[in-house]
């Protein structure tokens, strides 16, 4: 007998069948699933969920059992923010009936219900996962101690390299001297390549040098408009203002000063990149601001822009410039300058094209 499949319905008892196989398949999972309706108030669970917090009963209010960690969030204002937006919303939270350490935290998403055929219901499901969160400190000085003694260790391998590479490319800059005189035009090409690869080498010790270095914080305090000023005509100086239009735009009230030389390096790293992605000249943008008890600091350029994934150029070592021209620690160094200071540093297309570095500082991190 043929059957058609679209027409076809199963009986009470395939029903029955088909509704026991999604129990199982709810019940098999390792993460805790609760469905609510609007209210907050609990239609289903699965075994992870019961589990997890016992005595869960349906019909109850999900706020009787799982609060939100964030005091300023309720059941009720997420559940509205799914329902209206259809966009699932991540929140922690932890049980209040939970007394025993370490506190357990449910990593949860909330996520919009929706009938087979794509069309949204009035309900919510919460999918978790627990985390037991452990409040002693000693893992994590543990973890704290190590990475100090691998910035040392960095530290002075780097010195112990720096001198021996020193001594090297000295040697073959007197070897290229002699060779120059040699008819055999493959012996210079030989060192000019070796001295290529030993100046990288060079300069990827000094940048890890001053990566790795804590010292040199506290210097005169100085104007935020003046670092930028100086560390601007620092990098230009020389350079061909026929083919480079550079724009200077400073806010004066209110700029506080800052305490330290690490500013007027990120200033000259940021700067120096915007001049070297426009080798055919183009329009640079030197900007300070107060935006939200930040000191803003922007530069932009018009050069060739940022890779695809612009944020992993502040990784170590990842740089767009051609090889031997960078060594890939100028961003990740001006990073971690300017998180020290509680700041941030990001990177955006400027468009039509280019690129836009913003450095924000917070006021109360510089001096008044």
Known sequence: MNTDIHTFKPTAVEAINDHRMVDMALDSLDVGIIVLDRNANIMLTNARARKDIPHICHAHNLGDYLCPLDPATTWKSILQAVLESSIAQP??????????????????????????????????????????????????????????????LTSHVAHELNNPLDGILRYTNLALRLADANTDKRLSMYLQESRTGIKRMVHIISDLLEYSRSAGKDFDESDINEIVEQALKSVTEGVDTTRLNISLDLHHEN?????????????????????????????????????????VICIADTGMGLPQDGQDIFQPFVTTKAPGKGTGLGLSICKDFIEDMNGSITAESNHPQGAIFTTKIPVMNCET
Not at 260 to 288: E, F, H, W
């Open 91 to 152: 929140v922690d939270c932890t049980s209040p009936h939970n007394d025993q350490p370490p506190p357990t935290i449910f990593k949860a998403k909330c996520k919009l219900l929706r009938h087979p055929n794509g069309e949204a219901t009035e309900s919510v499901i919460v999918i978790w996962e627990r985390q037991t969160r452990d409040d002693n400190p000693t893992d994590q000085q543990d973890l704290m101690r190590r990475l100090a003694s691998l910035g040392k």
């Open 255 to 295: 700029m506080p000063y800052v305490r330290g030389s690490r500013l007027y390096q990120v200033c000259c790293n940021l700067i120096k990149n915007a001049v070297d992605a426009m080798p055919d000249g183009g329009q640079l943008t030197v900007t300070t601001g107060i935006t939200e008890d930040h000191v």
